[in-house]
């Protein structure tokens, strides 16, 4: 690359500034979370790691919440919601994007109206339905509204319909069932769309924090969200900055561990399936 | 937690009257927001396992229910989805609003069951708390953790200024006057601004409220819930003050400043003068390095603030047994 492209290189600098803005609050949780407890200066607002680090915001986060059992609550939450998920919504993209059925369109216009709902309106009568079930209080209770997603029926449906009719007509032609099609032909084609699903899926149920605060009474059903919030909010007086950045840190990493470990499969199934 | 809530609280939990031998513990929960810093939820469930340790017959849990905002929401889910809690601690601008709605039950009559008089009840409580919790004839909330807005002021920086840090400014124009004095400027740029406002969701309402107040005028009427004064003359001078402390004198940031961000910049002594719940005084006196002090909210015409902070409430749907387990939670 011998002359500088004028218009590749500002590109990278309107990339470069994006990418500031975008991580500096990540920057600043990571350093804040190591920075010895200080309020005298105005050090704690600052993105440069001028100290020697130390582990005492993270031990006094850990001494704060039951983190063990919360981690274990919101993977609960987040798997059992995808697995019943991925069940419901790969059936229902299924039906709607290649069974015939009279109301088929009525219904599908119908599942994307839901996306329009302000998930918080719908609290109260949410909660109703979820006593009257007996799920008050359970962690089954903080999933259940979730197993059917309009989203992740829409997602299926657009991405069934990209794959071509023929290898079902050859399964078919092979004596297969709907079934045996939907099982053997149709999901492993459509992995990158359930893939991105997933990711959206999880990392929504893993950062929620109203609708199980709704739900959950007990300590010992609590999300990590409603842990981490019960010793970092406080109204009426300033911040440990330092503990709410190791608490904050300690809620991403796993998050942020996944993504690195995956980043390609996963910037794949969002080119794929074009989730943004 | 001031010291005063906290000993409220330990008084609630230490002196709560047994219920009598009942065969096997209700279980009761008690929502409880975290309006203060630090581990208050595991302190709060050090508390409850003291209590339980006291009363074999109650089992209670409390249930940390996110901010004010948020533990009202659940609250009021909770009532509708027909799960009561037995008890919650509810920001005292809400127990209006529920009691408009049929939907906490008076205290009178647990009050009464124990062989006290509604007045001696409340005259546990300072005078100034009562209006929060008795009100349309009956006690409606028990005064858990009440605050007010405080004046804190950095005396080093006072001094400096030639300021008298025993005698902070009592009015209006004593206050402009200090704010002007330790605002410090280099060029345009304000080193340090003389006085700082939380500008926050709900934060600013109650400054607003306290300095309608010192002006001689309401904010609402107490009398007939919902009914509020937000174009009195006297709310107008409130906001003339502030307006102008921020844009004529410019001895205070414009714009949204957040409530912590007001601390910590009293802390990093970027704030010379900043309006602060009572409910910050432990905090400060813990992280504050300089020497600080504490006045009322200067006045205009009075000397006068809202009563923020929460009350112990009980909704109504609770079985007897619920309801005195709760009753014996609250009251002390």
Same mark, same amino acid.
């Given at each position: ?9 500002l ?7 994006v990418?500031?803005?975008?991580s500096?609050?990540?920057l ?5 979370a190591?920075r ?6 105005l050090d ?5 790691p001028?100290?020697v ?6 031990a006094?986060?850990?001494d ?7 981690y274990?609550n ?7 919601t995808?697995a ?11 039906a ?8 088929k ?14 998930p ?9 339905t979820?006593?009257r079930?007996?799920l008050y209080?359970?962690?089954?209770g ?10 992740g ?6 991405t ?5 009719k ?17 099982w053997?032909?149709l ?5 990158p769309?359930?893939?991105?699903f ?5 990392v ?5 924090f ?16 409603i842990?981490l ?14 503990v ?24 794949n199934s969002?080119?794929?399936s074009?989730?943004? | ?5 906290s000993?409220?609280?330990a ?6 009257i ?10 009761i929960?008690?929502?409880f927001?975290?309006p203060v ?5 595991k302190?709060m469930k ?26 009202n ?13 037995? #008890?919650?601690?509810?920001s ?5 609003e ?8 008076p205290l009178?009559?647990?009050i009464?069951?124990d ?7 409340m005259g546990?409580?300072?005078?100034a ?8 004839g ?10 007010? !807005?405080?004046l ?8 400096a200024a030639g300021?008298?840090?025993?005698? !902070?400014p &009592? ?12 605002t410090?400027?280099?060029g345009?740029?304000? &080193? ?5 406002? !939380?500008?926050n ?9 306290a ?7 309401l ?5 007939f ?5 937000y174009?009195t003359?006297s709310?107008?001078?409130?906001l003339?003050?502030?307006d102008?402390m #921020?844009? &004529?004198?410019?001895?205070?940031p414009d714009?949204?400043?957040d ?5 910590t ?19 400060i ?5 300089d ?14 603030v809202a ?9 109504k749907g609770?079985?007897?047994?619920r ?10």
């Amino acid at each position: 690359m011998g002359r500088a492209n004028p218009a590749a290189l500002l590109a990278l600098a309107a990339l470069s500034a994006v990418v500031l803005v975008w991580s500096t609050p990540l920057l600043w949780m990571a350093i804040a979370a190591f920075r010895p407890q200080n309020f005298g200066g105005l050090d704690m607002a600052s993105l440069w790691p001028d100290f020697v680090p130390t582990l005492d915001n993270f031990a006094e986060a850990l001494d704060s919440a039951d983190f063990p059992l919360l981690y274990l609550n919101t993977v609960v939450v987040c798997l059992g919601t995808l697995a019943v998920q991925l069940t419901t919504v790969t059936l229902a993209g299924y039906a709607f994007a290649r069974l015939r059925f009279p109301g088929k369109e009525l219904v599908f216009y119908g599942f994307l109206l839901q996306l329009m709902l302000v998930p918080p309106i719908l609290i109260v009568p949410n909660l109703v339905t979820i006593t009257r079930l007996g799920l008050y209080d359970s962690l089954l209770g903080v999933m259940a509204p979730y197993f059917a997603s309009a989203f992740g029926v829409f997602l299926m449906r657009q991405t069934f319909r990209t794959i071509p009719k023929d290898f079902e007509e050859a399964a078919i032609v092979d004596g297969a069932t709907w079934w045996q099609l939907v099982w053997r032909v149709l999901v492993p084609l459509a992995r990158p769309g359930m893939v991105a699903f997933g990711i959206v899926s999880v990392v929504s149920h893993w950062n929620e924090f109203l609708w199980p605060l709704m739900v959950v009474s007990t300590p010992d059903n609590q999300t990590l969200t409603i842990g981490l919030a019960s010793f970092t909010m406080g109204a009426e007086s300033a911040s440990q900055w330092g503990v709410i950045a190791a608490g904050t840190f300690l809620v991403a990493a796993p998050l942020l561990a996944a993504f690195a470990l995956f980043q390609r499969q996963f910037v794949n199934s969002f080119l794929f399936s074009g989730v943004k | 937690m001031s010291r005063i809530a906290s000993a409220a609280l330990a008084a609630a939990l230490t002196l709560g009257i047994g219920s009598g031998a009942a065969l096997a513990a209700t279980d009761i929960e008690m929502f409880f927001p975290v309006p203060v810093e630090g581990k208050l939820a595991k302190e709060m469930k050090n508390l409850m396992d003291r209590f339980n340790a006291e009363h074999p017959d109650i089992k209670a849990t409390a249930v940390y229910t996110g901010s004010y905002d948020e533990t009202n929401i659940k609250t009021r889910a909770a009532i509708k989805a027909g799960r009561p809690p037995a #008890a919650v601690i509810m920001s005292a601008n809400f127990v209006l609003e529920y009691q408009i709605n049929g939907e906490i039950q008076p205290l009178d009559p647990l009050i009464q069951a124990d062989g006290q008089t509604p007045d001696a009840f409340m005259g546990k409580f300072w005078p100034a708390l009562h209006g929060n919790a008795r009100f349309a004839g009956k006690v409606w909330a028990a005064p858990f953790h009440n605050s007010t !807005p405080l004046l804190y002021f950095n005396a080093d920086h006072f001094k400096a200024a030639g300021l008298d840090p025993n005698n !902070p400014p &009592k009015t209006w124009a004593e206050w402009v006057d200090a704010a002007r004095k330790l605002t410090v400027r280099d060029g345009d740029t304000v &080193k340090r601004y003389g006085l700082m406002l !939380p500008g926050n969701y709900d934060y600013l309402g109650w400054v607003m409220t306290a300095l309608t107040m010192s002006n001689g005028g309401l904010y609402y009427n107490p009398e007939f819930g919902g009914e509020v004064y937000y174009d009195t003359p006297s709310m107008l001078g409130a906001l003339t003050l502030v307006d102008n402390m #921020a844009h &004529k004198y410019k001895v205070m940031p414009d714009g949204v400043t957040d409530g912590k961000a007001v601390s910590t910049a009293f802390f990093a002594g970027q704030a010379s003068m900043v309006v602060l719940s009572t409910g910050s005084l432990s905090f400060i006196r813990q992280n504050m390095k300089d020497h600080y002090g504490v006045a009322f909210v200067p006045r205009n015409l009075r000397n006068a603030v809202a009563i923020g902070g929460a009350s112990l409430i009980m909704p109504k749907g609770l079985s007897d047994e619920r309801k005195q387990a709760s009753w014996t939670l609250t009251s002390g």
